[in-house]
Nanobody, 122 residues
Framework: QVQLVESGGGLVQAGGSLRLSCAAS????????VAWFRRAPGKEREFVAA???????TLYADSLKGRFTISKDIGNMAYLQMNSLKPGDTAAYYC????????????????WGQGTQVTVSS
């Protein structure tokens, strides 16, 4: 069993940066793929990025490549660095984990955090 807690969200101006953190308890991320998803107001939750259990492989939503970077340490932390933020990035951001190999579909993820809100003002 893995419990996930996100942090680092907040209000930022367009063009700014935020770093989201995801802390795992119960078990470490050592054998899990970790991903970030987001849900904007009135929209479905969408895939943002994922990283393999080893950290050696990453996958990003095409629209976010070059601005967002996912990473994880060898222990119980994963991160999402978000640069050049836009108002369209406003959403609740969720950390998720799975034993599968870097899926992009949310139903492939077993463990979920409660989310952290990111608001980008224009």
């Amino acid at each position: 069993q893995v419990q996930l807690v996100e942090s680092g969200g907040g209000l930022v101006q367009a063009g700014g940066s935020l770093r989201l953190s995801c802390a795992a308890s119960g078990r470490t991320f050592r054998t899990y793929t970790v991903a970030w998803f987001r849900r904007a107001p009135g929209k479905e939750r969408e895939f943002v990025a994922a990283i393999s259990w080893s950290g050696g492989s990453t996958l990003y939503a095409d629209s976010l490549k070059g601005r967002f970077t996912i990473s994880k340490d060898i222990g119980n932390m994963a991160y999402l660095q978000m640069n050049s933020l836009k108002p369209g990035d406003t959403a609740a951001y969720y950390c998720a984990a799975t034993g599968r190999a870097i899926p992009t579909l949310e139903d492939q993820y077993i463990y979920w955090g409660q989310g952290t809100q990111v608001t980008v003002s224009s």
